[in-house]
């Protein structure tokens, strides 16, 4: 036994060193583990926990539909998906013989409307003539009655009845011209030809055509790209039916679903940066949020969740949070409707409101191209001057 003591001893000797590398590898560790720890939760407390980010974010757009206000057969077409088009560019033509024809029809019954007020104001002009010759035989009547009273027994009794009766019939005579007069007033009294009803509805009806006829081409209500188109070279449509879409995609915008926990401290105007999946992360988009949305997701679904039928299990609502973005990104760097993005807002701002209350965005118009008022004035001009005879 006393020979082998010396070697257990040797043996333990060489061990320690072992431990010891290993102890304070352990130590090292813990140290480690410890400064990083501090470093998270510092950087926790002075950075990250001011930002709030999701990747359950998407492009959304406009898109404005290309309808047709009038039946027609479409004649030809200038655009097709993926096509760059711009505001009050021409894109769809329909066949314009059947407007054309109903323009004509207008044209026709307004100068027939203006010829027939001209004959009424010349009616009334008659009428006045006749009333006036009325009221002339009115006071012959009279005074041929009182100088055969006057005369006395030289004028037979029957010869007096005679001058009575004409007197009642020329008192008839003017009061039948008194009412042809009036009648004849009533339809042009207060007004010129240019303001008569007659005139003023075969107008509209003219105006109407006009603008039907204009309908037969379609422009572009704002400048983007075509997308969706369904319609085809002679097609007939219906008004109201869908034929293609305009996407702008200079006003783009990002809907980011952040779920209930994380809007907290999301107000409108915090910044936002955001991060397209189809340019990675070497691109940055600048915007700020422009409003909340007014309820989750599933509570807009079509068939929204009866949480208070059956057994219930709680899940976490998910909230659209709108964002602008700069145009000054998307112009260097286009997006399309429907790409994902990652979104991350900066909420060291608190003090900004939880509703926006006002419209961020302009107002969209589609008052483009001609809708035939120049021309139905250009019409009516011609033919009032034609038909009134002024």
């Excluded at 899940?315 to 659209?320: D, F, G, K, L």
């Excluded at 008052?367 to 120049?374: V, W």
């Amino acid at each position: 036994m006393n020979d082998n003591s010396p070697r257990k001893s040797d043996a333990t000797k060489q061990l320690d060193p072992r431990q010891n590398t290993r102890r304070r590898l352990l130590v090292r560790l813990g140290f480690v583990v410890a400064a990083g720890l501090v470093v998270f939760g510092l950087y926790w407390l002075l950075y990250a926990r001011f930002f709030e980010s999701t990747d359950d974010a998407y492009v959304g757009g406009d898109l404005v539909a290309i309808t047709s206000r009038e039946a027609g057969t479409v004649l030809a077409l200038h655009a097709d998906n993926t096509q760059a088009v711009a505001r009050g560019q021409l894109l769809v033509e329909l066949d314009p013989l059947t407007a054309n024809v109903a323009l004509q029809a207008a044209e026709a019954e307004l100068a027939r409307a203006v010829r027939a007020v001209r004959t009424n104001f010349s009616r009334v002009d008659e009428t006045r003539a006749q009333l006036a010759a009325a009221r002339i035989a009115l006071d012959q009547a009279q005074s041929d009655y009182r100088r055969r009273a006057e005369a006395g027994q030289a004028v037979s009794h029957e010869e007096l009845a005679h001058a009575r009766d004409a007197i009642a019939a020329a008192r008839a005579k003017v009061a039948a011209d008194e009412g042809g007069l009036a009648q004849a007033q009533a339809t042009v009294q207060g007004t010129k030809i240019a303001n008569n009803p007659d005139v003023l509805a075969a107008m509209a009806r003219l105006r109407q055509a006009s603008i039907s006829l204009a309908h037969m081409r379609l422009y572009a209500p704002v400048s983007g790209v075509v997308a969706q188109r369904t319609v085809q070279l002679g097609q007939h449509i219906d008004p109201g039916a869908p034929l293609m879409a305009v996407v702008p995609l200079d006003n783009v915008w990002i809907d980011a679903n952040f779920k209930e926990r994380q809007l907290e401290d999301i107000r409108v105007g915090q910044p936002v940066r955001v991060v397209a999946d189809i340019y990675g992360g070497s691109v940055t988009y600048h915007g700020k949020i422009v409003g909340l949305g007014a309820g989750s997701g599933s509570a807009f679904a079509l068939l929204p969740p009866q949480n208070a039928s059956g057994n219930w299990i709680k899940i976490v609502q998910r909230v659209p949070v709108r964002v602008a973005l700069d145009p000054a990104d998307l112009k260097t760097h286009p997006l399309r409707v429907g790409l994902s993005v990652t979104a991350r807002i900066d909420v060291h701002d608190t003090s900004g409101p939880v509703v926006s209350s006002s419209f961020p965005r302009p107002a969209m118009r589609s008052d483009i191209g001609d809708d035939g008022s120049a021309e139905a004035d250009r019409l009516i001009t011609r033919i009032l001057a034609e038909n009134s005879g002024t």
